[in-house]
Structures are given as structure tokens and as C-alpha cells.
């Protein structure tokens, strides 16, 4: 494959620029026009000469001695990370865990909303969750064909979850969110993530005497 | 209160050392005994400078031209996050998330595991989870006490996170690990963590194109 020439950015800029984004859509909602990295330092706790060189990877959005717009660049890290069209997600596990990922994506999102939900359990399969209905794991290749489906979230026990992966990659999906508490093997062009609540407490842990 | 005079260390360097934690603790299992800050950086793709200044703020771990002992490192970072003490959580919300997190922590860890579990609804009341009875919310504050509760998990809707927050600070809870999609008020010196799916799923969403 030829590699594109566009710069390639570390994976933990694109993990905060959802951070900004957040912070700066409550800004919005707050009235709050304007924004310097300073001030977007101090409530993120991240240093601010670290979101300008975040943000300059993508162009020049702010200006100096006044700031960020804060709808522009909410604009601007929309398109970035590619939320300005809509991606349908295939969550794989309807357990107690799949349920409460569909009933909070369908609550949260419109453009990354869980759009096909898989299980391998006859008893899962037919029922309904947020308005979907639970497919047997067999239609994932199919389904996710269909729809355009790119990213994928994993919530099916440990042991389970490497297999899952191989049928999504295998299915064309390019980015999985991995909720099991296991290492899983991908291939290079595909992206996965790890939701890890044992890290998570972890780093509270620090904090409590 | 007196200000202790331990240096303060940024948040930031506090979420990575999990991190590092697990990556120790894999090569472990791996019988790697030494490893580099280059090695790390790579397999973590974070900068090796900037694991070398993050571990440095708490000694002298490693050895020029040697690396660090994983053996060791692993062990001072679980002292660093005081995981070498038993550090019982209460969970909020017995609904679908709570039960999944349940299971989850007591099949993960021992040292940081779900002591107590609380819920408003009787019909959740008095139900067994992951070995544990579900407990009216309005024995938090005893129960907290009792055992010894520092960190607390909100699984409950967004409507009702506050409250309980403002209940598990009452209670003498100092860190948070919450699960509700919405902004909570905490007190300087409870630290709190958002679990942030929506997050998760845009960072992703740069990679598929």
C-alpha cells in the first residue's frame, strides 16, 4: 500500500483533541466566545504550549492576543476527527455491558450512534435494546457491509474477544474499542483502543490517604 | 488544613503511571527483566523523555545504560499508587453498568475491588451481585465508614449524579471514578475521574476513513 503524505500525527494528540472538543462545546453552551490556551490549559490541566502544538498540526486556528473562536475551532476539531458525517458503529455482546453502551450511545450521539448490535446467544438474539434489534454474530460481515460500518466496540467476555476482533477486521472495520480485559492482536492499519476501569481506579488510588 | 510538602505531581503523570503499570506487569508475565525508556516510548508510543521525567519525580528507578528493573519498577509504582494496600470501592447503581463493573472488578483485582454496592431502587435492593447483596443508598454513609471507603464509582443516570456525589463526599470518599454522561461539582480535594465513551469512539473515529 502507498503511504500517504499527509503528516502523521501520534496517537496521543488525537486522544485529547476529544478533550478539547468537550471542553469547548460546554464553553458554547455556556456563551463563551472566545478561549486562549492559557485559559484552556489551566481547566484541562494540560500545559498550554502543548494544545497549540496540538492544534497547529491542523492549521493555524488561533490568533494571537485574542485567542480561539470557540464555534470555529469546535468546527475546525469536528471535521479533524471526522464527526462532521455520520458513523455507524456495530457493538459485538448484548450483556449488561452492551446494554448499557447502547441505551448511553443512542442517548449521547447522533453522528457515532451504535447501529447493529450483535450476540452469539440464541436468547439474546430477536430481543430489543435501545431500539435495536440483537443479530446473531453469523449477519456481522454482511451487516456491517451494509451499513458502512468502520468502527466497532467490543463488549463480550475476555476469552471471547479475540475472535470477535479477527471477524471485524476481517468485516473491513478499521477502528475497535476494546471494553474486554484483554491484549488483543491487530493488524497495522487498524486502530484499537482499550477502556480499562482497573487503570482508571488506579490512578485515583494515588489520590485517596 | 496544612499544605504537606510532597512535590505535586501533575495529574497528567498520575494517569500514565497506570499504564506503565500494565505494561510492566505484561512484560513480567513475558519474563522480560529489563527494559529502556526508548523500549517503553516505542511500545507505548509516549515520549521516552517524558517517561524518564515522569518516573523521576519519584526516585532514582533506573540505571544509565541498563534500563529500569521491571521487577522493581512494578513495585515501586504500586507502592507510588498505593496499590500495595487494600483499597475497597463503593459502587452507586446496581442498573446494567453497575453490574457489569461488578463482575468485572472482582474477577481484576483484589487490592481495588468493589466492596459494597448501592442502589434507591427496592427492587434492586437485597439482590446478589458478583457475591455481593445490594445495599439501600441511605447505608452509604455507615457502610463507608465502616469499611474504610475512599473511592466511590457513579453508575447511575445523569439526573442523579450529584447527588449521590455530593452524598459519597459527605460520606468521606475522596475519589471519584464516574460513569454518568454529566459534569459533577467535587470539593478541591476529592478528585474525580470521567469514564468517557463518547470520547473514546471520536478519537477513533479519525483513524477510519
Sequence with gaps: MLQEKTPIVSQAV????????????????????????????????INPAQIRKDLAYFGEFGRKGIGYSVPYLIEKIR??????????????????LGIALSNYSRLRQAELAIAAIFDKDPQKIGTKIAELVVEPIDRLESRVRELGIRIGIVAVPAAEAQAVVDRMVGAGILGILNFAPTTLRVPGEVHIRYSDVTSELQALAYYVE
Design 14 to 45: 488525537i486522544r485529547r483533541l476529544p478533550i478539547y472538543l468537550r471542553y469547548l462545546q460546554q464553553l458554547h453552551l455556556d456563551e463563551v466566545d472566545t478561549v486562549s490556551s492559557q485559559e484552556m490549559g489551566q481547566d484541562l490541566d
Design 79 to 96: 471535521q479533524i476527527l471526522k464527526l462532521d458525517r455520520s458513523l455507524p458503529v456495530a457493538l459485538v455482546g448484548a450483556g449488561h
